[in-house]
T-cell receptor, first 112, second 114 residues
């Protein structure tokens, strides 16, 4: 089955760009997602990309998908202290009902 | 639009006791998911409903966990008897349609089994 892996920690300075990386094993993943989780809160959907796309931009967020290497990244421009959270990459396969397979999460720490 | 509501927010029980969690999805969302998130890990699907039918319960430990979604709206997840390793956050999510995975999550119920 699908396996999703992420690096565990990332620390950046306020105003810098952050890049969070993710690799997945199942090339049949139809959708790939980025979720944000703040302490004590549920998961907030940030953005997603269809598997037939290479890039998607949404304000400060840019998602890049390299299907050949099964690599997904999330770039946050002008990172703010409010962006400090855990970021989860997740994949889903359309004909498997849309269940999400999550990575273990990357903790982003933004220092002023 | 109201989000996914879950209760209680926190629960502490002793091992071998039973516990139940409740979820009210976003109005009109046909698909409902229960995920288990152990500290330091990503969420893992326990069960998925489409309306009031089960789509996927392959990862649900059926000897102790049960879930139902009567009338295709609210859902309850029960653990009986609880084990120490059940300590986790239980997240409920809903989506408008099956297949897209674009799910909206509740705040979760943090369960501690002592």
């Amino acid at each position: 089955g699908e396996d999703v892996e992420q690096s565990l920690f990332l620390s950046v300075r306020e105003g810098d760009s952050s890049v969070i990386n993710c690799t997945y094993t199942d090339s049949s993943s139809t959708y790939l997602y980025w979720y944000k989780q703040e302490p004590g809160a549920g998961l907030q959907l940030l953005t997603y990309i269809f598997s037939n796309m290479d890039m998607k931009q949404d304000q400060r967020l840019t998602v890049l998908l390299n299907k050949k290497d099964k690599h997904l990244s999330l770039r946050i421009a002008d990172t703010q202290t409010g962006d400090s959270a855990i970021y989860f990459c997740a994949g889903s396969i359309y004909n498997q009902g849309g269940k999400l397979i999550f990575g273990q999460g990357t903790e982003l720490s933004v220092k002023p | 639009e109201a989000g996914v509501a879950q209760s209680p927010r926190y629960k502490i029980i002793e091992k071998r006791q039973s516990v139940a969690f409740w979820c009210n999805p976003i109005s009109g969302h046909a698909t409902l998911y229960w995920y288990q998130q152990i500290l330091g890990q990503g969420p893992k699907l326990l069960i998925q409903f489409q309306n009031n039918g089960v789509v996927d319960d392959s990862q649900l430990p059926k000897d102790r966990f049960s879930a139902e979604r009567l009338k295709g709206v609210d859902s309850t997840l029960k653990i009986q008897p609880a084990k120490l390793e059940d300590s986790a956050v239980y997240l409920c999510a809903s989506s408008l349609q099956t297949g897209s995975g674009e799910a909206f999550f509740g705040q979760g119920t943090r369960l501690t089994v002592v």
